[in-house]
Each structure stands twice: as structure tokens, then as C-alpha cells.
């Protein structure tokens, strides 16, 4: 089997650069810009194929914007290894921790617009944290919650739904738990990432605005970038548009696939 060394595939091309390839561009009009954008796409995507199909990587998706047009977009490998269903451009994928960037865009559209104040207690919305035992609840402020430095707990009081053990929790599951877990550190003291944090977030976005998390994604986010394809949960009515987790190979050297779980966003 022949291994082409991809390293050496610019040499070939009049002597460029990466930077030329990639990044440059400095050179020329717009016939060699596309020239170069040609070659160098050539190469990325040679590259993200070899990657596929030699770094044991189940699948991904690829895509490149430009000064506003996409000039790549292109899917590797499987969806889902158990029926090897091809990964393509159209696959959904969970969003994870960068739908945190939503709801901090929200946050601060509801600002710029006065329904709420970033540097508010956050018992002004959620008095019910009024109740806690440690009065240093009543310092933390909804800045706080999206610069996490809260001082509150990364994923819960032990984090089983984390490893799918047990559901996301509900509201009120969040507000019990919530309740009975002390801070890690008193608040603005310390930068420590909470998950939690931001769930409480999405409470005051819906207290703030009176409009559901997913409405307010919606409306705020996603309606404005005209994205169809975005959600602020998953959605278990099409299961199979959707490209599976897998876990590393710890599981006598296989890899597990990982069910879809609701987050229970409002």
C-alpha cells in the first residue's frame, strides 16, 4: 500500500507556503486566490481522509467559511460504528458546553435590552436560593454565573447523569440539589467551570424574559442566524439524523455508544 506523505504535497505547487496555501493569499488577484484555495482544499481534504481512516476516528464533519461563502464542507467516516451509517454533512451532532456561547448571547441581548442586569444578585431572580444555609448564595451575581466565578459545584452533587446513570435533572430536581450542596469557594474568589452555573443561567434568562430556554434560543440566536438545522435539546423524533457518541476504547479495547439524553432544557 502506497502512503503518500501529505507534508510534502506543497512543494509541488510552485514552492507555496502553507501560509500561501491557507492563509496568505497575499499574492495576485482573485484567479490565483481560487487557484490557491483549490490546492490547498485539495490537500486538507487528502488530509482529514487520511485521518479518518488512520487515526481510528469514528467520523467528523469539516467545514470552512471564507469571507462569508463556504469554500469547504465535507463529512468523514461513520455516524454510528455499530451499522457503520456514513457520517455526511447533513448528521446532527450535540452542541455540548459551546451552547454555553447561546446562552451567553442571550444573556447579553437581554442586557443591552434592560430586562436584566448582569450585575444583579442572582436572588433577584431566583429567590428561592433565599433558603440556602450558606448566606454567601445571596453575593453571587448573574456575571458571575457566565465568568464562572460563582464559586458553585461543576456537575451536581455526585454527576450521574453525566454518565448516563440517571436523567439530566428537571427543575425541580436542580433547584433540591442545588439546595443541599454547599459552595467550592466563596464567590468572585475563584475561576472554577460549573455546569450547574449555567443551568441556574438558563433559569433567570426564562424569570428575566418570561419566554422558555428553547424560545429564547430561538428567538435570540438561531432565528436571527436563520439556522434550521439548530435545537436547543435534542430531539428524539428523527434519531437517526443524528451521528452517535462514542467513548474512547475502554471497554475491552471497544468503543461505546453512547445513547442520546435530553438535557431538559425549558
Sequence with gaps: MKITDYSKIAIKYDKLSLCDLV??????????????????????????????????????QICIRRKGRIIFSQAYGFANLRDNRPYTTDSLGHLASHSKMLAACVTLQLQQDGVLNILDPLTRYLP??????????????????????????????????????????????????????????????????????????????????GLSYKELVRKMTLGKLQQQSLFADYIADNPGDFADGHSKKLYAGQRKIFRHVPANRG
Design 128 to 209: 428561592w436560593l433565599l433558603q440556602h444555609n450558606d448566606k454567601q448564595f445571596r453575593e453571587i451575581t448573574v456575571r458571575d454565573l457566565l465568568t464562572h466565578r460563582s464559586g458553585l459545584f461543576r456537575d451536581g452533587a455526585d454527576g450521574y447523569h453525566w454518565a448516563l446513570e440517571r436523567p439530566f435533572p428537571n427543575e425541580k430536581e436542580l433547584i433540591e440539589e442545588v439546595l443541599q450542596t454547599a459552595l467550592v469557594y466563596p464567590p468572585n474568589t475563584v475561576t472554577k467551570y460549573s455546569n450547574i452555573g449555567f443551568a441556574l443561567l438558563g433559569l433567570v434568562l426564562q424569570v428575566a424574559s
Design 23 to 60: 492563509g496568505g493569499f497575499r499574492r495576485g488577484g482573485m484567479d490565483r486566490m481560487t487557484a490557491i484555495e483549490s490546492v490547498a482544499l485539495g490537500v486538507l481534504n487528502k488530509w482529514f481522509f487520511f485521518c479518518a481512516t488512520h487515526f481510528d476516528i469514528p467520523g467528523f
